[in-house]
């Protein structure tokens, strides 16, 4: 909470200084441009010394340009906040939750796969910032952590709070909820700076509907977030996630997560597809949560693929995984030779699978919220050949250096070749369609998924919606840590922290691939659409593969 701007302390006149015209001065004691006293003249402050709060920083009533003015709003010193109209010492349960926002910003300095310098002093000032000025709670941890946890766009890196297991994240009462959950039976994504609704449960608790905009929101303690920066306003609050490269990724995720994240007494400001406006207040959360993951809650969203012909001529093949399967399992005895099998009977299923069609005008790869898995499976869907016919053609992944400054990595020995050996000697098959191809994403795409679209621009095919997560890494590996903070009895919850060491490069440009979503024609849902259940951005996709 930004703390209140103090009334300016007036300043006293030194009854010493009385007006004579001995001293010199044209008017009878004052100096010009100054004060009767002597001081400097004020400015838009009189009391040179003076300071007030500006959002838990401290300006200071100093002599600029001749005359007294507020300085710019600094950080106070360690472990100091600034309320009233002075810094103060945080408290001393907020001291040792410092310590632990600094933990785990070291570590993440320490382990990440990022390539990039990136001011981690900064960030665990402003972070403590955002931690002093709260009530103790977690909650006022966890944002401050997050903080931190945004401020580096590596993929594959995640947090959360409580036990291991996530339950704390999952539960009604949850302040810090899980990502792509919605518990009032809506999902979203983003229009511009808006979170417009693209699926509603006919029950759903607020009465929204597909095409309803939601604009603004006021909370139950009265902090408003609204356009410019809506959605990044939304971005900022603390919830179990993984990390999100792309800004697309991070505001289709905020405009969904509005729904995790939406409690009793809040009220939010929705336009209908109509244009009325109205305001909602926030009921309680239902018994409990739906998944987001695809925004249009699809059947799809739980199959391993469905794939349909339009009356245009065009087939849309819906991807929602690359990876495990009950249809699809990955093999129990998991040697690069028989994962290398696992991804050629992928491309099989799906080979057979678009030969139930006849006249096919084009096709339309919809990967909007596909998870990942198989980062081969989804290049060779696009092309096969891709891959090259050597270790790494494609790319090559390298395990970070831990604590090298700047960021170093293992370059002369790769972690993940794409491909491994086994499929340079044995080459996958080819999905066998080669006609006309659109690739339909949105920022809920990630991981292999990202690879898919990485492989579609290479290949010249047109990429639709809204960018990818542009996370290339992975899960695994020694590269992959694990670095959770234990909680600390009566000061804080324990702080879950999974880092991702992996830094990917694009064999043929040398080009780190890290936050690389690229997109040709970028769609949002249209509020109209929704409302008479056509989806804007698969119409656009087909429109474009014919």
Known sequence: MAAAFLSIQGCSSDPAAGPGPSDGTPDGGVPDGGE?????????CDAQGATRCDDGKVSTCELIGGSLNWSGAAYCPD???????????????????????????????????????????????????????????????????????????????SIGFGPNDWSACMTR????????????????????????????????PMGLKPGDQVVKVTTANGDVWQSPGFLDRIGQEPICDGSLPSKSARDDYAASNLFALLNTGA???????????????????????????????RP?????????????????????????HADHPFPQDFTVENYRTWVAEGIDLIRNELLKYSDIKGLVWDIRGNGG??????IALIGSDLLGS????????????????????????????????????????????TGKQVLLVDGTAYSAADWMVHAAKKAGIMIVGHASAGAYGYSTGDSYVTKHIAPAEGVHAGILSFISGAHCVDTATGESMEGNAPIDVV????????????????????????
């Not at 990136?118 to 000032?125: H, I, N, Q, R």
């Not at 009921?283 to 695809?294: G, K, L, M, Q, W």
């Not at 790494?392 to 990595?409: E, I, K, L, Q, T």
């Open 36 to 44: 009767p006293d002597g001081s400097p003249p004020a400015g838009d």
């Open 300 to 324: 799809s969203r739980t199959k391993l693929f469905e794939s349909s012909q339009r009356a245009d001529g065009v087939v849309v093949m819906i991807v929602p995984t690359l990876g495990n």
């Open 79 to 157: 472990n100091q906040i600034c309320k009233g109209s002075a810094c103060e010492p945080a408290t001393e349960k907020q001291q040792k939750q410092a310590a632990a926002v600094d933990q785990y910003a070291d570590d993440l300095r320490d382990y990440t796969g990022y390539d990039q310098g990136l001011d981690f002093p900064a960030m665990k000032k402003e972070a403590r910032r955002i931690l002093f000025l709260g009530d103790e709670s977690d909650y006022a941890l966890a944002k401050a952590v997050r903080h931190v946890f945004r401020g580096v766009p590596q993929g594959h890196t």
């Open 523 to 546: 769609v949002d849902f249209k509020a109209s659409d929704l409302a008479a259940g056509i989806d804007t951005q698969l119409e656009a996709a087909a429109a474009l593969a014919k």
């Open 267 to 297: 009220t939010i400001d929705v336009i209908a597809s109509d244009g009325t406006t109205k305001t909602i207040t926030v009921p309680e959360r239902t018994a409990n949560y739906i998944s987001c993951f695809d925004a249009l809650r």
């Open 373 to 378: 898995g198989s980062q081969e499976l989804g």
């Open 390 to 433: 050597t270790e790494g053609a494609f790319a090559n992944c390298y395990a970070r250096v831990p604590a090298s400054d700047p960021p170093a990595f293992t370059t002369g020995e790769v972690e993940y070749p794409f491909p491994y050996q086994a499929f340079a000697d044995e080459p996958l098959p080819s999905v066998g369609f």
């Open 173 to 204: 009462e949850a302040n810090v909820p899980l990502r792509g959950t919605s518990w009032y039976g809506v999902c979203a994504r983003a229009a511009g700076d808006a979170s417009i609704i693209t699926f509603a449960a006919d029950n759903n």
